[in-house]
């Protein structure tokens, strides 16, 4: 897939982009990976001199174990470091379901609003519109912080979480809002179960003709899939991410939203450097399509 973002044209058939989580938020489950003020900029730039191609700006975690943090310093905070990224040339996400946090960071120069919520709040479709902003949306039932508070069954969460990503494109579509990415939500009030479900229908997402994008890095499920119960601490995790995440570009993922940017980086250019050579006559191969063949 070709991806348009701020003029420039980036080819996802063969590598995944790369969305480097910059975390602020001083209360996330993932604590190595909160960055302070102070170091936001140098480790963005750190994140983007390893491989990524985006830096998705955060700092209110919707974990619901974060104690949250006042909106006007949430403000400051998100208008002092994009200002400076974007100063930089860096493409920068907004991690927010907040509508005036989004606009405090489009103003400083971000490009994309990466909204938990899927645009279910007018007042946010109305801001992605004013500012022209890449849409970003996720499937979550319930809010952030309180996820885990709604009912969590599911008739079929493969067909709910494709019907609601297509019924959100449409609305973003019927407002003006024609360059719109999606996200399953992994991790989001779904058991490990459904996100196995939901992992192995990747490649119908395919039908929307959008760019997909897959933020599973170091989530719970990928601990239980391991035997590790419900935790996001371990280094198991590193590995679990990185073999999630390759499988689902191979099953049609385009961005990869992960905390360990190098470690991503290094597991694509293998995956990429494995195929140099299967155009090569003397060799018979049929690459990616026996990779994709394994699920």
Known sequence: MIINIKSKKYDTSQKPLIM?????????????????????????????????????????????????????DEAELIKLVVNQLSDLGIVVSIDTWKPAIAEVA?????????????FRDPVMVQIAKEYSAIA????????????????????????????????????LNE??????????GF??????????????SIAKYKKLKLPIVISASRKGFLAELIGMGNTQKGDELLEATMLFNILSFLLGAD??????????????ETLHGLGHYKDDPGIQSDYYGALKQLF
Not at 187 to 200: E, I, M, T
Not at 255 to 268: A, E, F, G, S
Request: hydrophobic residues 40%; without cysteine.
């Open 20 to 72: 480097g989580i910059l975390n602020l938020s001083t209360d996330s489950p993932i604590a190595e990976s909160v960055t302070s003020v102070d170091q936001a900029v140098n480790r963005a730039k750190q994140l983007i001199f390893e491989g990524a191609t985006i830096i998705d700006v955060g700092a209110d975690s919707t974990s619901s174990k974060a104690s949250g943090i006042d909106i006007k």
């Open 106 to 118: 489009l103003k400083a120069g971000a490009s994309i609003v990466n909204d938990v919520t899927g």
């Open 136 to 171: 970003l949306a996720m499937h979550m039932r319930g809010d952030p912080k309180q996820h885990y508070e709604v009912d969590q069954s599911y008739l079929s969460i493969q067909n709910e979480v494709f019907d609601y990503l297509k019924q959100q494109n449409a609305m």
């Open 175 to 184: 407002h003006g809002i024609n360059d719109v990415w999606i996200d399953p």
């Open 187 to 200: 991790g989001f009030g779904k058991s490990a179960k459904d996100n196995v479900a939901l992992f192995h």
């Open 255 to 268: 961005i990869l939203r992960v905390h360990d940017v190098k470690n991503m980086h290094t597991t694509i």
